[in-house]
């Protein structure tokens, strides 16, 4: 069973940067599909980004493509969600979710579809 443990939100301006990263541990990092989620005060978990077991495949919200990238390290069991060019709307509790899958190139948008789950970061992007 894997461990899942966000890092690197925090308060900017809108157009700033931020970069989250999330750290994996007890399992097989390379086993899982990853995705980050965000969930905003009142609202429901959204999907953001994710990225297959190999990297190669990745995939975005529409309201992000363009502005975040999703990456991962397997040597150091880590994906990271790089965000640029921030908005307020982008202000939320920021997750990232591990599924066990086989297929090396699979993403998953589902919420239902992971298995794991970290704690969360909150991101607070001002006007």
């Known amino acids: 069973q894997v461990q899942l443990v966000e890092s690197g939100g925090g308060l900017v301006q809108a157009g700033g940067s931020l970069r989250l990263s999330c750290a994996a541990s007890?399992?097989?990092?390379?086993?899982?599909?990853m995705g980050w989620f965000r969930q905003a005060p009142g609202k429901e978990r959204d999907f953001v980004s994710a990225?297959?077991?190999?990297?190669?495949?990745?995939y975005y919200a529409d309201s992000v493509k363009g502005r975040f990238t999703i990456s991962r390290d397997n040597a150091k069991n880590t994906v990271y969600l790089q965000m640029n060019s921030l908005k307020p709307e982008d202000t939320a509790v920021y997750y990232c979710?591990?599924?066990?899958?086989?297929?090396?190139?699979?993403?998953?948008?589902?919420?239902?579809?992971?298995?794991?789950w970290g704690q969360g970061t909150r991101v607070t992007v001002s006007p």
């Open positions: 990225i297959s077991r190999n990297g190669f495949t990745t």
């Open positions: 979710a591990a599924r066990t899958v086989r297929n090396t190139y699979v993403v998953s948008t589902a919420r239902d579809e992971y298995d794991y």
């Open positions: 007890g399992g097989t990092f390379s086993s899982y599909a």
